[in-house]
T-cell receptor, first 118, second 111 residues
Framework: GAVVSQHPSRVICKSGTSVKIECRSL??????MFWYRQFPKKSLMLMAT?????????EQGVEKDKFLINHASLTLSTLTVTSAHPEDSSFYIC??????????????FGEGSRLTVL | GENVEQHPSTLSVQEGDSAVIKCTYS??????FPWYKQELGKRPQLIID?????GEKKDQRIAVTLNKTAKHFSLHITETQPEDSAVYFC??????????FGKGTMLLVSP
């Protein structure tokens, strides 16, 4: 299947700093990528849909200015958590669909990034 | 929008038993229903999926059934093994729309 790579896998930062997480589709082009947040023992909560070359679409309740999403190319989307605070600590996962895959609709996930804000 | 309910939230079985996880969805237009397995601290992995034009699909010990009329679908794991222990998520979507996930089921298989 298609491969989605996410970096960094773990990051610890001080409160007030910004953290950037990268999501790359390694062997396919992804016009759309999705960013999820997952709390311990909880489900995947969709934060936003990242569209290549245009603004991201945020889900209700997600702060656009807090979680900046950039999708500058067909293989890269970034999520920047600005002025991070302890309550932003979470597991962030990106995903993408390979529209060229015969199994259309299948979502491929990155490895996830565990953010800890001190 | 779509709403997906998943039950049970936790499921404990003995090795060799069968496990069944059930999901319901609200949007009758949904036509794609994947199941993901997520081990602790790792990414979700697709284990099986079904589309609305079929009622059942099987892959070795794993099977999924879909009842479009009742708008529910189920995951069946037979001859469970300890390595099946993980969190399982069902999801639903329409074509290329975003997937809506259930809340997950933590499956524990005891040796």
């Amino acid at each position: 299947g298609a491969v989605v790579s996410q970096h960094p896998s773990r990051v610890i930062c001080k409160s007030g700093t910004s953290v950037k997480i990268e999501c790359r589709s390694l062997d396919f082009q992804a016009t759309t990528m999705f960013w999820y947040r997952q709390f311990p023992k909880k489900s995947l909560m969709l934060m936003a849909t990242s569209n290549e070359g245009s603004k991201a679409t945020y889900e209700q309740g997600v702060e656009k200015d807090k979680f900046l999403i950039n999708h500058a190319s067909l293989t890269l989307s970034t999520l920047t958590v600005t002025s991070a605070h302890p309550e932003d600590s979470s597991f962030y996962i990106c995903s993408a669909r390979d529209h060229g895959s015969p199994n259309t609709g299948e979502l491929f996930f990155g490895e996830g990034s565990r953010l800890t804000v001190l | 929008g779509e709403n997906v309910e998943q039950h049970p939230s936790t499921l404990s079985v003995q090795e060799g038993d069968s496990a069944v996880i059930k999901c319901t969805y609200s949007d009758s237009a949904s036509n794609y229903f994947p199941w993901y397995k997520q081990e602790l601290g790792k990414r979700p992995q697709l284990i099986i999926d079904i589309r609305s034009n079929v009622g059942e699909k099987k892959d070795q010990r794993i099977a999924v059934t879909l009842n479009k009329t009742a708008k529910h679908f189920s995951l069946h794991i037979t001859e469970t093994q300890p390595e099946d222990s993980a969190v399982y998520f069902c999801a639903a979507s329409t074509g290329y729309s975003t997937l809506t996930f259930g809340k997950g089921t933590m499956l524990l298989v005891s040796p």
